[in-house]
C-alpha cells in the first residue's frame, strides 16, 4: 500500500539551530514528491518538487533532497518566521494524479 | 495576483441545511480538487475535476457532490449536511501536466451542528 510517514511529529528549536525533517514514503514507482509549508489559518503553500533520486532544490535557508526512500527538508539557521507546519506529498505512477500525504511535521522556532 | 478563492471562510450551520462552498481560481489551470484536512487523519481527497464537466470521485466522496460547468470555478456541495463532516476544507488548483504542484486556498472552516 502507498504510503507517506513525516517524522518528528513536531520540533522545536532556537533561532540559528540547523535541523531536518524527514518524509519516507512507500509507492510502487514515484512521479514525485512534494514540499508544502502550511501556516495556521491558510492552505498549503507550495516549495519545492522533486522527480528523482539525488535530486537537489533550495530555496533561501530551505533544501530538500531526495533519495529511493525518503526525502529530507533540512533548514539552516531558522529564524522564527520558518515556524509552520511542512507537509510532504508523494504522487505515485499510473495514479492519475492523486497526492499521498504525510501528517506533518510541526516546526516551532524559538527567538 | 494568482489565487485560488474560497467562500465562505467560515461557516457553523446546522444538520440537513444544504450549502454551497465556492472555489474559483485565475490561474486558468484544468485540473482542481476539493480536499478536507482535519486532525490526526491529514490531508484527505473528496473529489476532483480534470477539466470542465469532467469530475470523479476522490477518496471520501460520500455525502458531498461538485459540479464544473466553467473552468474557473469548482463548487462543493453539501446537500444534507451532517456533524461528521465538520472540518477544513480545501479547494486547489493546477495546470494539466500531472506532476505540477497543487496550488491552494485558504481553506473554509465548516461546523456542523
Known amino acids: 500500500e502507498d504510503q507517506v510517514t513525516q517524522s518528528p511529529e513536531a520540533l522545536r528549536l532556537q533561532e540559528g539551530e540547523s535541523s531536518s525533517l524527514n518524509c519516507s514514503y512507500t509507492?510502487?514507482?514515484?512521479?514525485?514528491l512534494f514540499w508544502y509549508r502550511q501556516d495556521p489559518g491558510k492552505g498549503p503553500e507550495f516549495l519545492f518538487t522533486?522527480?528523482?533520486?539525488?535530486e537537489e532544490k533550495e530555496k533561501e535557508r530551505l533544501k530538500a533532497t531526495l533519495t529511493k526512500k525518503e526525502s529530507f527538508l533540512h533548514i539552516t539557521a531558522p529564524k522564527p518566521e520558518d515556524s509552520a507546519t511542512y507537509l510532504c506529498a508523494v504522487q505515485a505512477t499510473g495514479n492519475n494524479r492523486k497526492l499521498i500525504w504525510g501528517l506533518g511535521t510541526s516546526l516551532a522556532v524559538n527567538p | 495576483e494568482a489565487q485560488v478563492t474560497q467562500n465562505p471562510r467560515y461557516l457553523i450551520t446546522v444538520t440537513g441545511k444544504k450549502l454551497t462552498v465556492t472555489c474559483s481560481q485565475n490561474m486558468n489551470h484544468e485540473y482542481m480538487s476539493w480536499y478536507r484536512q482535519d486532525p490526526g487523519l491529514g490531508l484527505r481527497q473528496i473529489y476532483y475535476s480534470m477539466n470542465v464537466e469532467v469530475t470523479d470521485k476522490g477518496d471520501v466522496p460520500e455525502g458531498y457532490k461538485v459540479s464544473r460547468k466553467e473552468k474557473r470555478n469548482f463548487p462543493l456541495i453539501l446537500e444534507s449536511p451532517s456533524p461528521n463532516q465538520t472540518s477544513l476544507y480545501f479547494c486547489?488548483?493546477?495546470?494539466?501536466?500531472?506532476?505540477?504542484?497543487?496550488?491552494f486556498g485558504d481553506g473554509t472552516r465548516l461546523s456542523i451542528l
Open positions: 522533486l522527480y528523482s533520486a539525488g
Open positions: 509507492v510502487s514507482g514515484l512521479r514525485g
Open positions: 486547489a488548483s493546477s495546470r494539466r501536466d500531472s506532476n505540477q504542484p497543487q496550488h
